[in-house]
């Protein structure tokens, strides 16, 4: 039995894009949960409600979208011949450190959120507040997310105390 089984339901096993965004969601959220002391100051309120309650710690989502990078210069010979024929499609690494960019200089940017590309399906395009699905607020799903993430690669975050 691998790994996999440890898993909530509606994890990916896989890099399937729709359902890496989903992990990323209830992961984010959750690290923004354990980090922030102030529940109250979490996504969802007005914006810099985290600075004006005193937090110093946010958690935010900033994929690159589909970025042309190095990533699989050593992937096996299909993967690197799919990358250069997928290459003209994909955005620069520059477009791609954007959502990053954004995330970290944001006046408005409250914990939890999820900054990515504004195209279609989110693969390139300029950064936008991304609206995470419900279910990427299930506390049960999160916790239980991070659980098997601390199981499955054997380190704890003992930093992140679970204040709620």
């Given at each position: 039995m691998g790994?996999?089984?440890?898993?909530?339901?509606?994890?990916?096993?896989?890099?399937?894009?729709?359902?890496?965004?989903?992990?990323?969601?209830?992961?984010?959220?959750?690290?923004?949960?354990?980090?922030?002391?102030?529940?109250?100051?979490?996504?969802?309120?007005?914006?810099?409600?985290?600075?004006?309650?005193?937090?110093?710690?946010?958690?935010?989502?900033?994929?690159?979208?589909?970025?042309?990078?190095?990533?699989?210069?050593?992937?096996?010979?299909?993967?690197?011949?799919?990358?250069?024929v997928l290459?003209?499609?994909?955005?620069?690494?520059?477009?791609?450190?954007?959502?990053?960019?954004?995330?970290?200089?944001?006046?408005?940017?409250?914990?939890?959120?999820?900054?990515?590309?504004?195209?279609?399906?989110?693969?390139?395009?300029?950064?936008?507040?991304?609206?995470?699905?419900?279910d990427s607020?299930?506390?049960?799903?999160?916790?239980?997310?991070?659980?098997?993430?601390?199981?499955?690669?054997?380190?704890?975050?003992?930093?992140?105390?679970?204040?709620?």
């Open positions: 790994p996999e089984s440890s898993l909530p339901s509606g994890t990916p096993t896989k890099a399937e894009p729709r359902q890496t965004r989903s992990a990323l969601g209830l992961q984010v959220v959750e690290v923004d949960r354990r980090a922030d002391p102030m529940p109250h100051a979490r996504h969802g309120d007005d914006p810099g409600a985290v600075a004006e309650a005193g937090a110093t710690t946010i958690a935010v989502a900033a994929p690159p979208g589909i970025t042309a990078t190095e990533l699989g210069r050593n992937a096996q010979l299909p993967v690197r011949i799919g990358m250069r290459t003209p499609f994909m955005q620069r690494p520059d477009a791609g450190a954007l959502p990053t960019l954004r995330a970290a200089t944001d006046p408005g940017v409250r914990g939890g959120q999820y900054y990515g590309p504004s195209g279609l399906g989110e693969a390139r395009g300029h950064p936008v507040l991304v609206t995470s699905s419900p607020h299930d506390a049960a799903v999160q916790a239980r997310l991070w659980t098997v993430s601390e199981e499955l690669t054997g380190v704890r975050f003992p930093a992140l105390i679970d204040r709620h």
